[in-house]
């Protein structure tokens, strides 16, 4: 039966390559090997079609997407704005939503994109032209995006100030690695962690592993045939990703079922 809880699809090939990753040697990259390596895997998606990410000069190592979302919200002494159906994170933190159309002159939003209900969101050349309007820099959370299909981004816009990428939600939390993209650099904890080699080399040398050896769009062309059986099976709406589905409008799980023989 489908879940409401949101777990993700560790497989057998993906718990194998956590075994083999502490049973095996494994060499750790230098920051710049990294950060190429990790660029080319998030890119070279053939599901999803990304552009503009040249004009994002800046690359910095994060420690998953929480620590993209987290740097963002100290640096703004969390003066920041959120859309509705956004993380329950910002809530526990006491960040009500603001409606797009609402939002509030020249204070940062943090948005998902894809979102994890909505994927695709519909709004979002309104939201872009409403931040140009009111002077407001957007971040952009893609935490979501590694086990999407049939998202459109192009990110080589004005207000578009940075995005951050994570291999978590294939893997689950035991490894929490990425890449942010920033037009500018600024001086903030990540950077710090970059320039000071702060992040942990087992995180650096477990992301290159799980890269080496997982192809990007793994889940969907694994389970993907399955999953839309599933959904037809049970009257389940799809969604953008693979073990996420819709019953009576309402976001459910399907890892237990993707995974059963």
């Known amino acids: 039966m489908a879940s ?4 993700p699809c560790i497989d057998r090939k993906i718990s194998s390559l956590k075994q ?3 049973e095996e040697s494994q060499t750790v990259p230098t920051r710049e090997e990294f950060i190429e390596q990790a660029t080319e895997w998030f890119l070279s998606t053939r599901l999803n079609k990304l552009t503009g990410l040249e004009s994002f000069a800046h690359k910095d190592i994060i420690i998953g997407c929480t620590q993209f979302i987290e740097n963002i919200c100290l640096k703004q ?3 920041i704005q959120i859309l509705p159906e956004e993380y329950a994170y910002y809530t526990v933190m006491g960040k009500q939503p603001t409606n797009a159309g609402e939002l509030q002159e020249n204070v940062p939003l943090l ?3 894809p979102n994890w209900k909505h994927g695709q969101r519909s709004e ?13 820099d957007v971040h952009v959370d893609c935490a979501w995006l590694t086990v999407a299909k049939d998202i459109e981004i192009n990110f080589d816009h004005p207000c578009i100030k940075s995005i951050g990428m994570s291999i978590s939600k294939y893997i689950g939390s035991w490894n929490r690695i990425g890449i942010r993209w920033s037009k500018q650099k600024t001086l903030d904890s990540v950077t710090m962690f970059n320039t000071q080699m702060k992040y942990n080399d087992a995180l650096v040398s477990c992301g290159s592993f799980i890269m080496k050896n997982l192809d990007r769009d793994y889940g969907w062309n694994t389970y993907g045939k399955k999953y839309e059986q599933i959904c037809t099976q049970h009257n389940y709406q799809s969604t953008n990703y693979f073990y996420l589905a819709k019953k009576d409008n309402e976001i459910v799980g399907m890892t237990d079922q993707l995974l059963s023989k």
């Open 4 to 7: 409401k809880k949101f777990s």
């Open 20 to 22: 083999r990753f502490f």
């Open 77 to 79: 002494k969390w003066n």
């Open 111 to 113: 948005i998902s994109a």
């Open 124 to 136: 979002w050349q309104d939201i872009l032209e409403e931040c140009v309007q009111k002077n407001i």
